[in-house]
């Protein structure tokens, strides 16, 4: 695919609230059903996120989920945004993530962060104040893995035998790693094959990052996860579905996503959450003009995805709002960032 062509995709993180009753078994056979449409709605990417113990599902399988989605899919991008690194073994991480890649033609990408809800880490026997190494190191083993030499590997947190592991992937996996805080986002600028990014705040960040580490600008690679709802009427929608907005952010900051949970107040509104601007509402026209801007003045943006839905939501609740973004809105913003860019190098 053309390096200067964006994609857009869904994200998915399973969540299944007793709140809004339904069985696992439909809400999953119904999830790749959508997935299955919205790639032949022109949908090219498709992103998975993980966590472990959570009540209402959130996956704590996403690379079995993605198995599931390659084989209803043809040419669609799968990758996860993201996989909680430190809470696993590396090589299992390479072993699993190559497979898949061999199983989807290349398709697959493999996102990793370094995480934050101290009860995984407990269950899993790891440290939080240990995380980086965690990462860093579990990089570095997963590229030897695919790299097909066998070598040795003594680090802080892992040892590793001279033993080859296979199957090898045809398609090497891009690594990329997500992150929000400062540290964390030089850090996957200077190891990491591209940026997972939530909302769009922190993309300059991570460029003058890749400077400071010796990379250049034009090579940086953005994979932004957007919190916006594209809607016909978006107050309208608002009114639907803000309910279970203010469940997902909610449960965000109750596990630490954003700061100690002890010191980081939720909200009470879904109104709250526009009001801070945890989600924005777009109508077809604003959502062109702004992704129109953001992918006009930000050429290493290579995937915008939006999630499928929120947790609770009606799967063909969601839908409507993927027809929309599929038929109005991404042909016009493809439209629009072509003419810009050929304006700029004329």
């Not at 934050?116 to 269950?123: K, T, V």
Request: glycine content about 8%; some cysteine.
């Amino acid at each position: 695919m053309d390096d200067q062509h964006c994609t857009f995709g869904l994200w998915y993180d399973f969540r299944n609230p007793a709140r809004w009753p339904r069985t696992f078994t439909d809400f999953y056979a119904q999830s790749l059903e959508q997935i299955a449409w919205a790639e032949s709605r022109g949908i090219e990417s498709v992103w998975l996120t993980e966590h472990h113990f959570m009540t209402d599902g959130y996956t704590p399988s996403p690379f079995v989920l993605a198995a599931a989605i390659g084989a209803r899919t043809e040419s669609m991008r799968i990758g996860t945004n993201l996989i909680v690194s430190p809470l696993h073994n590396p090589i299992r991480l390479a072993e699993d993530a190559a497979t898949l890649s061999l199983l989807t033609g290349g398709r697959f990408d493999l996102g990793v962060g370094q995480g934050y809800w101290q009860p995984e880490f407990a269950a899993f026997g790891r440290a939080l104040r240990n995380r980086p190494s965690l990462l860093e190191e579990g990089i570095d083993l997963i590229r030897r893995a695919w790299s097909g030499e066998p070598a040795e590997f003594h680090g802080k947190r892992f040892d590793f035998p001279a033993l080859p592991v296979t199957p090898q992937p045809e398609s090497i996996p891009r690594l990329l790693v997500g992150a929000m805080a400062e540290p964390a986002i030089e850090r996957a600028a200077r190891i990491a094959d591209g940026y997972l990014s939530t909302q769009n705040a922190h993309h300059e960040m991570y460029l003058d990052a890749l400077e400071r580490v010796g990379r250049s600008r034009d090579d940086g690679r953005i994979y932004a996860g957007q919190w916006a709802v594209v809607a016909d009427d978006p107050e309208r929608e608002w009114a639907r579905i803000g309910e279970h907005a203010l469940y997902q952010i909610n449960g965000y900051i109750e596990m630490g996503a954003f700061g100690p949970p002890e010191s980081t107040p939720t909200f009470a509104t879904p109104q709250d959450l526009l009001d801070a601007g945890a989600f924005t509402l777009w109508d077809v026209d604003t959502a062109v003009i702004e992704l129109t801007a953001l992918l006009a003045s930000r050429p290493q943006i290579k995937d915008v995805h939006f999630w499928a839905q929120l947790p609770g939501e009606p799967v063909d609740s969601g839908s409507a709002r993927i027809e929309l973004l599929t038929s109005k809105v991404i042909p016009q913003v493809r439209a629009a960032v072509a003419t810009a860019r050929q304006e700029v190098s004329a």
